[in-house]
């Protein structure tokens, strides 16, 4: 028989971070040869982090990703492991991954398909690698001590270890249409591994696994990929998610979103069910790709039968596994983001409503999972730098000193926010604080009136007077920020973020706006599911419902304007309409006009009209904002930040042409 024990691991890697890339990836080795796997897929660019941004282009990055694919190798014995890194060839740099045989280096594969749409932007750094092409590279004689030769095999490789073929797809790879499995079929390869970077996204788990199954099916072999976890560099969060497949069957899969450094997921290949697979589809081998094959004499170790049950958790299949994903995906992005920043904790302005109290609740998410996975000390312990947290015997005691509330009333504010403020942050155990700042709002507004020598009104003053109250928040929450040493969050949401609907310097302050990729309908929906349900039937927080039960307001005019954001803008399943076309789908404001009166049928034309209007104007006027916000978490294909997905001139025409023609 030919039976393999093979595993993927996920890393919570970060870029540029050699000792703890090195320790997790020495990690899931040592898991893996507990396990008695004989064959370990790690993901891409495993070594430097994938997210290296412009470093790439330094020739130290490249170096210590040499250094310590070196120091790897003598924890390779009788284990044959992937392991990705970039290098430099004929001055050109390649996204690589490096096959390792028992402490033997026998090749590279370059990527040939770069990630280059969206969030990502691979082509910036890396050449994409010709199918067929095969060189040789030659390193600096200094590390041959280390890596055993100082010239090897790089480009279209195909791994045979005595007698086993093992091929890759890097990542991007199997996305396309024309993917290199193709090419490795033709060739016999037995198994074919994917060490990915895929960041997560919406819904994006069905179309992994489809290719993870077509692939093994199609090509009649054992399939491994392996993807990165946690939130690696600032805005993108990885799943993990690794799979296993063979012939088209699931025989593994991880559970996603996991707080855990390092995580192996195994299973057993048949190669000869893989095998069969291929003698039986019949289809020719001739006329193959100019693949090189590349033979090591290591006898890869095997094992014995055993039954596969893969299961996935009860949630993954919930009908609303969108609210499942999002409180996931940010409540870890928010763990890795405060620990690889070395905050200690985060700060929010608590203002009652739908925004902060959204953050509110991913913030007590964040540690209820957490210890869930870690448990109490495990939790502490990944948050060792810091030191308050090493007396809190529960998870109340811990968020007392993660998170620190502080509810900052005006003239305009009313006992409603401030019951929901003060309800909610009791509820999850959060530091609580109410600070008056209508003196300071007086204060400016007493200095700036002697200085024009006129009286501000509501009449003519309106966008000034509400400004102003949004900015006097800022100082005391940075202090707060400051003194704890903590982050302060930034509570804009998307929908605000498309039309300015934020006042710079005041809601917007902060170095992390981690709502800022989701719209406020979507928001408002959430928050009432987490009232009542919450994750995977748990978690969830009564105490929302002094949230839930108003209307969204900024509160910041006087109380008998009855102030709403629906009325100052649009109703916001409306303007999550409009964004998704005018942005996602790049309609123009008259095709625009025509879908959102055929979905609103019953709305007054004139009426559609002016939202249209309205949208497109505060859309074009506020790229600077969008500019200027906090770094946001990547959560789908609808997200408006210009460093990451959707760029747009700061000055523009602002569509004045398209809306004067508006029918």
């Known amino acids: 028989m030919n039976l393999y024990k093979v595993g993927g691991a996920e890393l919570n890697q970060t870029p540029l971070d050699w000792n703890n890339n090195f320790q997790n990836i020495l990690q899931a080795i040592n898991t893996a040869k507990d396990e008695n796997v004989s064959i370990l897929c790690l993901p891409e660019l495993c070594l430097s982090g994938y997210g290296c941004e412009d470093a790439f282009y330094s020739p130290n990055t490249e170096q210590q990703s040499l250094k310590l ?19 430099r060839h004929k001055n050109k740099l390649y996204n690589t991954v490096a096959l390792i045989a028992d402490q033997k280096i026998l090749g590279f594969v370059a990527k040939k398909h770069l990630a280059g749409n969206g969030i990502h932007y691979e082509p910036r750094w890396f050449t994409p690698w010709e199918g067929g092409e095969v060189s040789e590279i030659k390193l600096d004689q200094s590390y041959e001590n280390t890596l055993g030769a100082s010239t090897f095999p790089i480009g279209d490789l195909l791994f045979d270890v005595n007698g086993i073929r093992i091929g890759f797809e890097i990542c991007e790879d199997a996305w396309v249409a024309n993917r290199p499995g193709r090419s490795l079929y033709q060739n016999g390869v037995d198994i074919i591994l994917n060490p990915s970077a895929s960041h997560f996204a919406f819904d994006k788990l069905d179309v992994r696994k489809r290719f993870v199954l077509e692939g093994s099916r199609a090509y009649g072999v054992g399939y491994i990929y392996a993807n990165l976890l946690g939130n690696e560099s600032g805005r993108a969060i990885y799943d993990g998610g690794v799979m296993i497949a063979l012939s088209g ?6 559970k996603r979103f996991s707080f855990k450094n390092c995580k192996v997921t195994t299973a057993t290949f048949d190669l000869d069910i893989a095998r069969l697979a291929q003698i039986q589809s019949h289809t020719s081998n001739t006329g193959t790709s100019n693949i090189e094959v590349i033979n090591s004499d290591f006898t890869i170790p095997q094992t014995v039968p055993e039954k596969h049950s893969p299961s996935e958790a009860s949630w993954e299949h919930s009908k609303y596994i969108k609210e499942e994903e999002f409180g996931r995906a940010v409540a870890l992005g928010l763990f890795d983001y405060m620990r690889k920043s070395y905050s200690k904790g985060f700060v929010v302005s608590l203002s009652g409503g739908a925004d902060s109290s959204a953050i509110v609740t991913l913030i007590h998410l964040m540690i209820e999972m957490g210890v869930e996975d870690l448990g109490l000390e495990g939790f502490k312990e990944k948050l060792g730098y810091f030191n308050s947290l090493k007396d809190c015997n529960s998870i109340k005691e811990i968020c007392n000193k993660v998170l620190t509330t502080a509810y900052q009333p005006t003239e305009n504010s009313g006992d409603v926010t401030f019951n929901a403020a003060k309800s909610l942050a009791e509820a999850v155990g959060a530091t609580f604080y109410n ?8 204060g400016y507004l007493n200095a700036i009136e002697k200085a024009i020598d006129r009286e501000l009104t509501w009449e003519q003053d309106d966008i000034t007077l509400q400004n102003i109250q949004a900015r006097v928040r800022a100082p005391s929450v940075w202090m707060l920020a400051n003194i704890n040493g903590a982050l302060l969050l930034s509570t804009s949401n998307r929908s605000e973020a498309a039309v300015g609907y934020a006042t710079m310097d005041g809601d917007t302050s902060g170095g992390l706006s981690p709502i800022a990729g989701i719209d406020k309908n979507y928001l408002r929906s959430w928050l009432r599911w987490m009232e009542k349900d919450g994750l995977d039937g748990k978690w969830n927080i009564p105490a929302l419902s002094f949230v839930n039960e ?5 509160e910041l005019r006087p109380a008998d304007s009855k102030q709403t954001d629906e009325a100052d803008l649009m109703p916001y399943d409306v303007l999550e309409e409009i964004e998704k076309l005018a942005i996602r789908d790049k309609k123009s404001p008259q095709e625009c006009l025509l879908f959102v009166q055929a979905n609103h049928p019953d ?3 004139e009426t559609v009209h002016q939202w249209i209007t309205k949208f497109f104007r505060l859309w074009s006027r506020n790229q600077w904002k969008r500019e200027r916000y906090a770094p946001s978490f990547h959560l789908d294909d609808k997200n408006l930040d210009p460093k990451t997905w959707c760029r747009f001139p700061i000055l523009s025409g602002g569509f004045a042409s398209e809306l004067s023609d508006l029918k």
């Open 69 to 87: 694919l070196g120091d790897l190798l003598p924890h390779t014995k009788d284990i044959v492991i992937s392991v990705g890194l970039p290098l």
């Open 603 to 605: 709305t007054p034309r």
């Open 435 to 442: 600070v008056n700042v209508n003196p300071m709002f007086k």
């Open 550 to 554: 108003q209307q969204p307001t900024a």
């Open 249 to 254: 069957n699931l025989l593994a899969i991880s």
